[in-house]
């Protein structure tokens, strides 16, 4: 099997080739951008599984550059992790909300990031597998069934897409039109209040056995799925 390739996205050279020397080291096969421009070429030719993107770059802030990735649907098995100089909450929040998928303080240790790089890979790559599972809930996407702590959970086919990419996309927070786009699609026209009617529905499914509380509301952002309390 081919080596995961890692695109660093990070002007600084010094901090860049630290980075790839590690990378390499860990087995994994590297890219490197020194800005936003770069980076979205390489993407397209290069096809990496993963891209570590700095907070700071010099043609576009790292967390525009994830926004703009997320909202194209190219990059929807791209994972990101945010590198950021920045460890207040405040900045925690926005990098995850623009869709990165896990953010590192620097100064980190090599073993810190291959840790969290190899966490992550872990977690987007359960899409491909059979089962999805999380906390109580269990779904089954060759037989399209799901259950809640052992029970059978009847969900109508939009409930069961909204679930499904939820949990392929657990601790993360989308809004009602990321969330049209990825479980809707990018051309169907329907009103983002639509997102609202079927969140409640799929709650009330998983209601009965408290699982309900996985699909959570963030407050002026959009919904989160989290086995850990909101
Ligand atoms: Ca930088």
Known sequence: MAATKILI??????IREMIVFHLLRAGFD???AEN??????LLVDERPQLALVDWMLPDMSGLELTRMLRRDSNNEDLAIIMLTARADEYDKVSGLESGADDYITKPFSPRELIARIQ?????????????????????????HRVT???IE??????????????????DRVYSRSQLLDRVWGANVYVEERTVDVHVRRLRKALS???TDAYVQTVRGAGYRFSTRDS
Do not use: K
């Open 153 to 170: 959970v009847h969900l109508g086919p939009t409930e069961y897409r909204l679930l499904q990419f939820l949990m392929t996309h657990p």
């Open 208 to 210: 009965p056995t408290g």
């Open 36 to 41: 936003c421009r770069s980076a979205r070429e």
């Open 148 to 150: 809640s702590a052992g």
């Open 9 to 14: 996205v990070e002007d600084e050279a010094a």
């Open 119 to 143: 966490t992550v890979l872990r977690r987007t790559r359960s899409t491909d597998s059979a089962t999805l599972d999380a906390g109580d809930i269990s779904l089954d996407t060759a037989g």
């Open 30 to 32: 590297t890219v490197e």
